[in-house]
């Protein structure tokens, strides 16, 4: 009875412990570059080149991904449907001001629910240019918990770090702004009319290996069959 009263004590300070922690959280993480904003820009602000750098596409290459709306800038979207790892979820690009900042809105459905915002924001520097990524959002009692347990401020803060220095080797190593052209294929195998042409306003596509860091890509939009809606919805 005793034992049962004292583990009773320590899950009311736990559950105490964890209410108390703060219901917004922010990540953010920063890098130098001696390339200028107008090359790094255009690999952020184009998701079609997000798989070029960052972190999580290397956690599935065999994620659905579906790209919507304009390639780049302001309502640019991109779903992706991935393992345990990269999870289901959508980015839009809500904000685009060339050279300075881009924002977007990352809705994640699984594996936990959650709607936060990403910021880019690039300082020019003298001879160099501060890139700094950061995401904010707010924390249920339940996403408290895991915030500390995971450690996710570092966890999420790794991943950051990981992605700009990728950005920084390709800006650095002379790609950016001039991307090499990558035909990746479709989904299905039939293809519905049309599905080379650029115009296509979605794409859908199966993510290939990352391409090596130094090597900027742009993905040729291949539209596949459609399995109904909400096929190739999911996060990133």
């Given at each position: 009875?005793?034992?049962?009263?004292?583990?009773?004590?320590?899950?009311?300070?736990?559950?105490?412990?964890?209410?108390?922690?703060?219901?917004?959280?922010?990540?953010?993480?920063s890098m130098s570059t001696t390339a200028d904003a107008e090359r790094i820009f255009p690999l952020v602000n184009d998701l079609?080149?997000?798989?070029?750098?960052?972190?999580?596409?290397?956690?599935?290459?065999?994620?659905?991904?579906?790209?919507?709306?304009?390639?780049?800038?302001?309502?640019?979207?991109?779903r992706w449907h991935g393992n345990a790892r990269m999870g289901v979820g959508k980015m839009t690009i809500t904000d685009s001001?060339?050279?300075?900042?881009?924002?977007?809105?990352?809705?994640?459905?699984?594996?936990?629910?959650?709607?936060?915002?990403?910021?880019?924001?690039?300082?020019?520097?003298?001879?160099?240019?501060?890139?700094?990524?950061?995401?904010?959002?707010?924390?249920?009692?339940?996403?408290?918990?895991?915030?500390?347990?995971?450690?996710?401020?570092?966890?999420?803060?790794?991943?950051?770090?990981?992605?700009?220095?990728?950005?920084?080797?390709?800006?650095?190593?002379?790609?950016?702004?001039?991307?090499?052209?990558?035909?990746?294929?479709?989904?299905?195998?039939?293809?519905?009319?049309?599905?080379?042409?650029?115009?296509?306003?979605?794409?859908s596509v199966v993510m290939q290996s990352p391409q090596p860091v130094g090597s900027s890509v742009v993905l040729d939009p291949?539209?596949?069959?459609?399995?109904?809606?909400?096929?190739?919805?999911?996060?990133?």
């Amino acid at each position: 009875m005793t034992f049962l009263i004292f583990l009773l004590i320590v899950a009311g300070g736990l559950a105490v412990f964890v209410a108390k922690q703060p219901d917004e959280f922010i990540v953010t993480r920063s890098m130098s570059t001696t390339a200028d904003a107008e090359r790094i820009f255009p690999l952020v602000n184009d998701l079609q080149q997000w798989h070029a750098w960052s972190p999580w596409a290397k956690q599935d290459p065999n994620a659905k991904i579906k790209f919507d709306g304009p390639q780049e800038g302001v309502g640019a979207a991109m779903r992706w449907h991935g393992n345990a790892r990269m999870g289901v979820g959508k980015m839009t690009i809500t904000d685009s001001r060339p050279y300075e900042s881009i924002q977007l809105k990352l809705e994640f459905t699984k594996p936990m629910q959650a709607t936060n915002t990403a910021t880019f924001r690039f300082k020019h520097l003298g001879t160099h240019t501060e890139v700094t990524w950061t995401m904010r959002g707010t924390n249920s009692f339940v996403g408290k918990a895991m915030w500390l347990i995971m450690r996710c401020e570092k966890m999420i803060g790794d991943q950051f770090r990981q992605g700009l220095a990728a950005i920084k080797s390709i800006v650095e190593s002379g790609g950016g702004a001039t991307p090499q052209r990558v035909v990746l294929p479709p989904l299905a195998a039939k293809s519905s009319p049309g599905a080379h042409s650029p115009s296509s306003a979605t794409s859908s596509v199966v993510m290939q290996s990352p391409q090596p860091v130094g090597s900027s890509v742009v993905l040729d939009p291949l539209v596949s069959k459609s399995s109904g809606p909400g096929s190739g919805s999911g996060g990133w």
